[in-house]
Every structure is written in structure tokens, then in C-alpha cells.
């Protein structure tokens, strides 16, 4: 297939590059660069020694080094930033979209930001302070100020110089957005109209006012999903006066789609949202214990439940093998309503008014499995123990636990929210310890109350 | 905030538009369709009730469906489709894409399709008949037709004639992919580098020729990992002679990511892809009870492992609190590992091949979490139980299972991988089966052994 092939390609183009940055040959180095995407350098990049990487930047011009930082994660963004001086970070970034450079210095110690904002020119200076002032996770961390915005009033020929002339420097140019005397948003129009229109039209003209923005503290996720849901290609950004700060493109609301994502899946389990398969054990020891630690805390509640129990376990030592049937199959049920209601979190189609009627749904879904799954277990316990009322008894606990799960699978994540947490923060660890928990304390009461009836 | 308040602006929107269809105010009704956006419509409408829609569908013009059925979602398109003849089926087809044709007619029943199709032009019904026969999972089932090509030998000024005469036609306008004389796609050109060209000068000259194609076959989860890598706003496709048969958008990248990433969450936990928090109760028993069934024999497994111990447990009865912490931590432990490996999965970070040294890190994490959880708890365990030896044998079950959840967690998805299965496939039920059954064991055997130190 073309792209596999273009893979392996891109491995060989790898390797020569290597080697002509050993031999100090920039011709090579620049016929090799013609044929490849920065952000397959950046990939091939990570891989390499400290002394290829401070040799990539000392022979390869700033256009290079521009696009290379724009394709590079965090951590090779900092590595190649130690190699650079303030000057030569300095007319790289005259060739970087602002938005960008903004990433680079949010992450550099704040010293060198420091030095960095300090040398810039004073227009420049003030644009990327504001962007800076933005969280990183909200519309004003993402958004960008490469972006055509014209006057409405302008005739259609205006307009398309005018394209031409900022348009090479822009991340967008299908769209424009059109301003009114005061600079404020009041549409956009979109490129193949101002195209076909006659010459004299004014812009406004053909400009569609309805125009879906955001304010720079919104939180990227719930850009993403506007942008997502209304098949934008960008998003404008706009003050509480409605005068245009910048625009969101869709390759970056790609990244921070993937990134919620990963984020809700490694959270759910409690693993923090910065492990990956390339961090080291210590690292994924350090980042997962904090949540194990917890784990251990509902373990022990689990087994106290287990130990106030005792005599009546020792009086029926069969009760010890089937209590854990009905907590591990209300772990698991309980679990598939959190992903249910995680995932639907996650894509805006919940709120948490008006959420009991879901949250019973759920505990009635419980229930019906419960019923099921406690019909088969009771049946086959029965028969294995050669004891109707044990087989009663793990139904009963069965129906109860998984109603319990369903009701806790739904209102864990929900109650995170409401606390202004993130709904998949461990909820794993919580679900698993309220249905051990209670079905352990269930099972055996029941046990406890007919135990004659057992023995 | 400027989106809450145009969504409820939206609701009063919705409300005036159902009292427009009641009175069959056809003026009032296009009024207040100019105001809104298709998808809030649609959204409204899935509400409504079938005379509403029916006399939506009587009362507008083809423009107006066109624009409602691609953003409709499945449900409501075939509802909407229901209302609507053959013959006024085909004039709304007329003003839509050609991917979002071929989504409705893939979903209709096959004699309504074999209708619709039969109908059509013959140009037309080629295409559609091509397009209708990819999986929709795949880059030929995204497609779109409506691109703008050209060849690379035009002169700028006959390329933006061309683009002005298409563009209107097309989904997107700001790449244009250049062919040679045999059709075969060569590169793409970007229309900024067009408009500033000189208008002499041809298409190829200022096309970029490093261009990232898919074939027709290829799954869309890798199309949008390379969409996602290469920020592409489009993604060409192309037969096996390179000739371009059509192109990705975006949009449809979006809903391609959003799709999987809910799939592999809910997947995970065994939940079909299919189930939303609107399901009804029975939808979602039947969607998850066969993963709950196939729980219920791990979870057997799992007694069975303790009931071959009953005579110990009989002798220690503590040896039944104590157990399931070590099963309990061990799950959740995994699950940590599982949510890591299925992600770097979805991301395209892993394979399978030369996966042995990360699987090897992942049971190292697990070793050392065993050691400090076990630590922790062999300390508490023997505090309570004022026995020493218990605190000794739960905290060797400990290293042995966390271990061993580690290994699993990593294991399964890649296993499910290699076998083309869904690497999140109830992977988490797999894992604690295997948690379970093994720590029970584990825990138990060791018991056994050193028994005489325990009584």
C-alpha cells in the first residue's frame, strides 16, 4: 500500500540524513530535507544522540528549524530550544504561527520566556503576552492570529487583493471573516463565493451571518465538539464585545480531541493522562500508586465487610467461593454503564439536570441483568452445593448488587462532574469499591439471616 | 457566554418553527429556517412527531432537505425518507454530496435502494453504484467525489478559471490535486501559492509532489491517524495505478475519531458500539448481557479456584477477608496496564511486532507496584490478624499477581490485535478473569503450604 511504502521510505531518508549531518554536508542535508515531512524528521529526530540533534541546528537554516518545531511533541521541542540562542529563537519564530510559538514558550523554564518576550519586537511583544495569559486548555491557549479578517464594506476586488496579499501567511484562507467598522465579528464568507461574485459587490454581501464563535476561556473541549458538531473548518475566537482575538483551526481541535480521549481512557482505570508506553517503569510506578493507594483503602472496606462475617464463613465455608461470583459480575456490569455515560459526557449529550430519569434507566438495566445473570449463577450453585437457599441467596444478592452497580456506574461519573472534576477520574477504583463492598455485605447478611436454612 | 445563549435561542427558533408547520405558513417557515442551522434543526426534529416531520417534508423544497439530510443522523434520514417519493428522493439527491447519497441509500432497504438507483443517470448511477460497494469503514466508504483536479500542464490563469467554474461544486476549495495526462494524481497544489502566481506560469510548477494518498481498502482509523499526523485538511484516494478516485474531508475525520475513540471506551468494558445513554432498557440488557455471560464463566472459574481450597479456608478462615484484596488490586492494577497498551493501539504508537520488551515493562510495573502495595498491605494484614506469616503470604501473592496483571493487561489487547479482533474487546472482563483466577490461586496455594504457620 502507498503509505507503507512511503514508511519504509521515510526510514531510508532517515538514515541519510544521518549521515550526511556526520560529514557536515549541507547540500545533502537539504536535497534529503526536499523529500521529507517535518514531522517524520521530528519522529526520526527523537531517536537520535544529543550531538546529531545539536548538528541538525547548527547546519540547517530557520525555515527548516521553523517547520521542524511546529511538528516536534513538547520533549523535542525543549531538547532542540537548549541547542538555539535567543537570537536564533528569535528569527525562527519570525517564521512560526503565533500559536506556536506561544506552545514553546508556555514550556520553557520562565527565565528564558522571560528573555525570550524581552527581546521581541514591541507589536509582537504585546500579542504573545495575551496569548500567554490563556490556559493552555482553553479557546485562548489554542487559538491563532494568522487569519484573514476584512472589512464588509470592502467591494469583492478589494477583498481578493487584499487575499493575496495576507492569504501566504495565513493557516486559512477558505474562509474569511468579515468585520464591521468597530472590528467586530458579524460573519464570514466563504472563498468560492467571493471568487464567482461580481467585482463590485461589497463583501458583506455574500457574507453568512450566522457565525458560531467561542470566547478565549472556553474549555477546548467544548470547542471541539461545536467545531465538530457544525463541520467547521475553524472557529472564531471573540471578546465580551465581540471583536475578533484569533481563530482555532481544525488540525489543532484534531489534537485536542485525541487528547480528551486519551485522557477519559487512562483516567477511567487511574493512570494519569501524561503515561504512555514510552515512559519508564519508575515514571508509571510513581504516576499509578497514588491511585492504587486508594485502591487499597476500598480493598480493606471490601474486607472488613468480609471479616464481620467470619463465623458465619466458618460455619459455611461454600460462601467464601460464591460471594466473589456476585461482586465480579457487578464490577463488570457496573463498569459497562460507566463507559456508557463517560463516553456520552465526553461528547456533550448529557447534562447533569435532569439526569435521574437516566440515572434510574441505569439501575433498571442493572436490575434486569441482575435477574438474569442471578437466575443462571442461582441455578448452577444449586446445583454444584447441592443447597436450594444458597442458590436463592446468591440470586437475591445478585439482583441487588447489580442494580447497585448500574446506580453507581451512572452517578460516580456524574458526581464528579458536578464536582468540577473529571468524570472519568478513577471512577474504575470507586465503581469496584462500592460493589465489592456492598456485595459482599449483602450476600452474607442474607447468608447470615437464613443461615439454618444453609448448613 | 455566546454559545449558550445561541442555543437557546435555537430552542425558541425550533418552537416558532413547529408553529409555522401547524398553521402551514410556508413564508414563516422559511423565515425561520434561514435563522437556523440544519444540524439544530435536525436535532429538533428528532423530537417531533411523524405528522410534524411529514408536513416539514410536504412544506419545503428540495434545498432545505438536501441540507437536512446531511446533517441528520441515521435514524432521522431514514424517517425523512419514508415521507418522500422516489421521484423527490432523487431531486434532493441532485443538490447533495455524493458520500452522503451513498450513506442514506447504504442504510435504506435493498428494494427502495435497487429503486433509487435504477432511476438515476447513467454517469450518476456508476459512481454511486462504485461508491456503494466499499465497506463503510473504509477510506472508499468516506469518500467524497466533489474535488477539485486538475492538470499539472494548465496555466494559472486556466486553473483559477477552472477553480471559479467547479469550486461552487466542491467540499473543499483550498487544495487542488494535479494530475498527469493518465489521470494519476502527481500532487497538490495549495490555492494560496495559485493566487499569487504569475498567470503564465503551469499548475505543476508550484505543486508540492510529497503527497499522502490512501487506497479505497484502507480502515479508517488508519486514514484518520494519518489525517491527524500530517494535519492534512484532506486526504486523497487512490486506485492501485495512482489514479484518484476521490478525497476525505475533515469533517468526516472528526466523525471518524469520535466513532472509534467510543467504541474502543465502551468496547472496553464490554458494551456494544451501538449502545447510547437513549437505548432503552431491554436495547442495552441484550447489548451487554452475551459480555456478562462470558463474565459469569470467568467468574466460576474464579470460585472454583477457592472452592479447591475449602478445606484451608475452613482451617483459616481469615484467609477469606484477605483474598480478594489481593484480586482486587490486582484487577484494577491491570486495567491501569490495559487503558495504556489499548490507547497507544488506537494512536497508532504500538505494534506487534517487537512488543516483547514493552510487555516485559509493563509486568516490571507491575512487579514493583506488587512489591509496594504488597509491602503495605503484608504490614496491615499481619497487624489485624496478629500473625505474621498471613501479612508474608498476602504480600508474595501480591508480587506474584500484580505481576502477572501486568502482563495480561498488556497481553490481551495485543493478543485480540494479532487475531483482527477489536483490541478492546471486553478486554477488561478477560483481564479480571485472569486476575481473579490466578490471584485466588496464587494466594491460596501459598496458604496451603505453609498452613502449619497460620493456625
Request: hydrophobic share 45%; net charge negative; proline share 2%.
Amino acid at each position: 500500500m502507498g503509505v507503507e511504502m512511503e514508511r519504509s521510505q521515510e526510514e531510508l531518508l532517515a538514515e541519510r540524513m544521518v549521515r550526511a549531518l556526520a560529514r557536515g554536508d549541507v547540500a545533502e542535508l537539504n536535497a534529503v530535507y526536499e523529500h521529507m515531512h517535518p514531522i517524520d524528521l521530528a519522529e526520526a529526530m527523537e531517536e537520535w544522540e544529543e550531538e546529531q540533534q545539536a548538528q541538525f541546528c547548527s547546519l540547517s537554516d530557520d525555515e527548516k528549524l521553523a517547520e521542524l518545531f511546529e511538528a516536534a511533541d513538547e520533549k523535542l521541542q525543549m531538547e532542540l530550544a537548549g541547542y538555539l540562542d535567543n537570537n536564533r529563537m528569535l528569527t525562527i519564530f519570525a517564521r512560526m504561527q503565533k500559536d506556536d510559538i506561544v506552545d514553546i514558550l508556555g514550556n520553557l523554564r520562565i527565565n528564558r520566556r522571560k528573555q525570550l518576550v524581552d527581546l521581541m519586537r514591541a507589536g509582537e511583544r504585546r500579542i504573545i503576552t495575551e496569548l500567554l495569559g490563556y490556559e493552555e486548555d482553553t479557546a485562548g491557549g489554542l487559538m491563532t492570529t494568522a487569519y484573514i479578517a476584512l472589512n464588509g464594506r470592502l467591494t469583492i476586488e478589494d477583498a481578493i487583493r487584499k487575499i493575496k496579499e495576507i492569504g501566504p501567511k495565513t493557516e486559512l484562507i477558505e474562509t474569511i471573516f468579515v468585520l464591521n467598522h468597530q472590528k467586530q465579528l458579524v460573519g464570514t464568507a466563504d472563498l468560492r463565493d467571493i471568487l464567482i461574485a461580481n467585482d463590485q459587490d461589497t463583501l458583506e454581501s455574500i457574507s453568512n451571518d450566522q457565525v458560531i464563535w467561542v470566547e478565549p476561556e472556553t474549555d477546548q473541549e467544548e470547542v471541539s465538539l461545536l467545531v465538530s458538531k457544525y463541520d467547521l473548518n475553524a472557529i472564531p475566537v471573540v471578546n465580551k464585545r465581540r471583536v475578533l482575538l484569533g481563530i482555532i483551526t481544525v488540525d489543532d481541535i484534531i489534537d485536542v480531541i485525541m487528547e480528551e480521549h486519551t485522557e477519559d481512557m487512562l483516567q477511567l482505570a487511574g493512570v494519569s493522562k501524561e503515561e504512555t508506553i514510552d515512559s519508564t517503569v519508575l515514571e508509571s510506578v510513581r504516576r499509578r500508586l497514588p491511585w492504587l493507594c486508594v485502591n487499597l483503602i476500598t480493598a480493606f472496606l471490601g474486607s472488613f465487610a468480609i471479616k464481620s462475617f467470619e463465623t458465619v464463613i466458618a460455619q459455611v465455608v461454600a460462601l467464601s467461593a460464591t460471594m466473589t461470583i456476585v461482586t465480579g459480575l457487578s464490577g463488570n456490569s457496573g463498569n459497562q454503564t460507566l463507559s456508557v455515560i463517560i463516553r456520552s459526557l465526553a461528547l456533550g449529550e448529557l447534562e447533569l439536570k435532569g439526569s435521574w430519569k437516566l440515572i434510574l434507566k441505569q439501575a433498571m438495566v442493572g436490575l434486569v441483568d441482575g435477574v438474569c445473570m442471578g437466575i443462571g449463577t442461582g441455578l448452577i450453585v444449586s446445583v454444584i452445593y447441592q443447597n436450594f437457599y444458597l442458590g436463592l441467596i446468591i440470586f437475591g444478592a445478585m439482583v441487588c448488587n447489580m442494580m447497585i452497580a448500574g446506580l453507581s456506574g451512572a452517578l460516580i461519573p456524574l458526581v464528579l462532574k458536578a464536582l468540577k472534576q473529571d468524570p472519568a477520574l478513577a471512577s474504575s477504583i470507586f465503581l469496584t469499591g462500592v460493589t465489592d463492598v456492598l456485595g459482599f455485605f449483602i450476600f452474607l447478611s442474607l447468608a447470615a439471616l437464613f443461615l439454618p436454612l444453609l448448613m
